[in-house]
């Protein structure tokens, strides 16, 4: 099945505790992207990699680290969690030549942190 | 970085016609996109434009104006499956999209 996939959907984490967020896509984008989206607040991107092997910080990074050791694969880690960091994450990917190439989001995933 | 403004609510009846404004400044523009949001789902892509002027596509339509740092979405006929949440997102020369907070759209019978 085309398209990118997120696990898990849903999360309750204890505050301190670490998580990974796990993206994988099957349409070969160069670029990919992790958001989180509050209420009121809209999304806002974490951090993104334009190419396997390469990252880069978004609007609000602190709390969070990414690797991107394949094309496919795009982890988000929290090292220590807080409850500031209970939020919906979705993640998303696109090609990044030529025009247009709208990014496509994953299903997301819902975590509370306590 | 970007600035983008719009509505946070409207709402129209069924087959009526609503227009979705969106305001931006920016540091390097490369493009504005529509999305579409339905609650507990994923944005799913609805338009592009990335020179001035109207682009349609079906019931959908989006305008821009870069010398105005200004968009709209045209939403015709519409359905009641369009209620759902409208974002405006700005792409700069990095290829990173910047959204705006949204507008949530209620269609009434």
């Known amino acids: 099945i085309a398209g990118i996939t997120q696990a898990p959907t849903s999360q309750i984490l204890a505050a301190g505790r670490r998580m990974t967020l796990r993206c994988t896509q099957d349409?070969?984008?160069?670029?990919m992207y992790w958001y989180r989206q509050d209420l009121g607040l809209g999304l806002r991107l974490i951090h993104y990699?334009?190419?396997?092997?390469?990252?880069g910080k978004g609007e609000v990074p602190d709390g969070y680290s990414v690797s991107r050791a394949n094309t496919d694969d795009f982890p988000l880690t929290l090292a220590s969690a807080v409850p500031s960091q209970t939020s919906v994450y979705f993640c998303?990917?696109?090609?990044?030549?030529?025009?247009?190439?709208?990014?496509?989001f994953g299903p997301g995933t819902r975590l509370t942190v306590l | 970085g970007q600035n983008i403004d719009q509505p946070t609510e409207m709402t129209a009846t069924e087959g009526a016609i609503v227009q979705i404004n969106c305001t931006y400044q920016t540091s390097g523009f490369n493009g504005l996109f529509w999305y579409q949001q339905h609650a507990g789902e994923a944005p799913t892509f609805l338009s592009y434009n990335v020179l001035d002027g109207l682009e349609e596509k079906g019931r959908f339509s989006s305008f821009l104006s870069r010398s105005k740092g200004y968009s709209y979405l045209l939403l015709k006929e519409l359905q009641m499956k369009d209620s759902a949440s409208y974002l405006c997102a700005v792409r700069d020369r990095d290829y990173k999209l910047s959204f705006g907070a949204g507008t949530t759209v209620t269609v009434r019978a």
């Open positions: 349409m070969r984008h160069n670029a």
């Open positions: 990699s334009n190419t396997a092997g390469t990252t």
């Open positions: 998303a990917s696109s090609e990044l030549a030529g025009t247009g190439n709208e990014q496509f």
